[in-house]
């Protein structure tokens, strides 16, 4: 045992605490200014807000709020036959019945606690059982007889403080890339929804943030047609006329692997991340492929989902390649972004969940700028989504370091002056 180190039970290293969901027959316990979270909401290691939310007399009545700081650990869901969502409590917050909140104690740092529920995920999972209908169950009673080896707080803290220079770093990144593809969005919207250079001309006005050269590429003058106005010269058309669109189809399941053989292979919406998929299989004889810059999209429940291959990969009949017949990427991305109304007619229309066809999908009504008005788009728009691409990426980096470093910090393998020379040279 290092030195100063001790053992103890998981148990004892803070307060454990059980939620509740207040009664849904009470509005006023509703649509409040408290987070309320539940496993819908554990998809991110720092929890800053969730889907719903309660009122102070709801937290009063069937559920608890608890300190930022706090972990929050699901214990009951199918997500427990495949994952442990542990999670930090960036604010204040209540939980629901399936989630059991850990409030560490004077001596424990609330960071190195969670740290450790994510190092030791794996053995988490090990002790998951199926209760009735098959939902996954962890029993506290269980989790606090884990035994724990325990730094001297002063080591927890130089512990925690090495991986949550890498969290910031990740975290920093996911943010610039979320308001990069915001802004992303509202200049499409601009551009090619509110046709605002349009309006702007007809009015003798210079479009706001354009130059001369980029205006002048927009008429300035409307046409009427079935679908509203559409601005002189654009055509309105079907998607099969302006994009080439490769529907996905699943290999044989032999070729399936999770050693990295072969090309990454996406079978729907399960795979999709924030902008690229994230790869959990490999496929040695793909049968439909999507190139490096496509735009993936979910064809099958929830339909319209957007990514974009990061690398050259095989898709399955849960996924559709989508490429503007210039090659336009950028203005790929965003056009299918911009066609989550459209797809949405068919969330329903499977026979058991919703899905979209290839004829129902070429056969999309689209407005259809101008070529010289879509290359303008892309020329503003391919570097910042490049931007978006490299932090991605480093993102994926910096988690494989963090993941590699955790156990082994956790298990004193790994020095934390040793470590936070790694930590260095990468950020």
Not at 150 to 167: G, K, M, R, T
Not at 330 to 352: L, P
Request: hydrophobic share 40%; with cysteine.
């Amino acid at each position: 045992m290092p030195d100063g180190w001790t053992n103890t039970l998981l148990g004892d290293c803070g307060s454990w605490l059980s939620g509740g969901t207040p009664s849904k027959a009470r509005p006023d316990y509703w649509n409040g200014n408290i987070p309320w979270m539940s496993a819908k909401d554990m998809k991110q290691f720092r929890l800053y807000d969730a889907e719903d939310h309660i009122s102070a007399e709801g937290a009063k009545n069937g559920t608890r709020v608890v300190p930022a700081g706090t972990i929050l650990l699901l214990i009951r869901g199918m997500t427990l036959h495949n994952d442990v969502p542990v999670c930090v409590a960036m604010t204040e917050m209540a939980f629901n019945q399936d989630v059991k909140a850990i409030i560490p104690g004077i001596n424990v740092n609330k960071q190195f606690l969670a740290y450790w529920f994510v190092a030791n995920k794996p053995y988490l999972l090990s002790l998951v059982d199926s209760a009735s209908h098959g939902t996954g169950r962890l029993y506290p009673e269980v989790l606090k007889q884990i035994p724990l080896l325990l730094p001297p707080i002063e080591e927890q803290n130089a512990i925690a403080s090495v991986l949550s220079a890498l969290d910031d770093k990740i975290e920093l990144n996911h943010r610039m890339n979320e308001t990069i593809e915001a802004m992303a969005r509202a200049l499409f919207q601009s551009w090619f929804v509110d046709f605002d250079p349009v309006r702007a001309r007809m009015e003798g006005r210079q479009p706001f943030g354009m130059d001369v050269g980029t205006a002048a590429l927009f008429p300035c003058t409307f046409d009427n047609m079935p679908q509203g106005q559409v601005p002189t010269g654009w055509e309105v058309g079907r998607l099969q006329d302006a994009f080439n669109l490769t529907m996905g189809q699943s290999p044989p399941g032999e070729s399936y692997n999770s050693d990295g053989i072969g090309i990454p292979f996406y079978q729907g919406k399960t795979d999709f991340g924030f902008r690229f998929p994230n790869v959990r299989v490999h496929c040695t004889a793909p049968t439909r492929h999507a190139r490096k810059g496509d735009t993936l999209v979910s064809v099958r429940a929830p339909v319209g989902e957007v990514n974009v291959a990061i690398e050259p990969c095989a898709i399955g009949r849960g996924v559709a390649a989508v490429r503007h017949k210039s090659g336009s990427t950028s203005y790929t991305y965003y056009s299918m972004q911009a066609m989550r109304a459209a797809f949405m007619q068919y969330e329903g229309e499977g026979t058991v969940f919703g899905s979209i066809n290839k004829s129902d999908f070429q056969n999309l009504k689209m407005t259809m700028p101008s070529s010289n008005v879509i290359e303008a788009f892309e020329q503003i728009m391919h570097p910042l989504d490049q931007r978006i691409e490299i932090n991605a990426k480093q993102t994926q980096s910096l988690s494989i370091i963090r993941d590699t470093l955790l156990p082994k910090l956790m298990s004193d393998e790994v020095r934390v002056r040793d470590a936070e020379k790694t930590v260095e040279a990468v950020l």
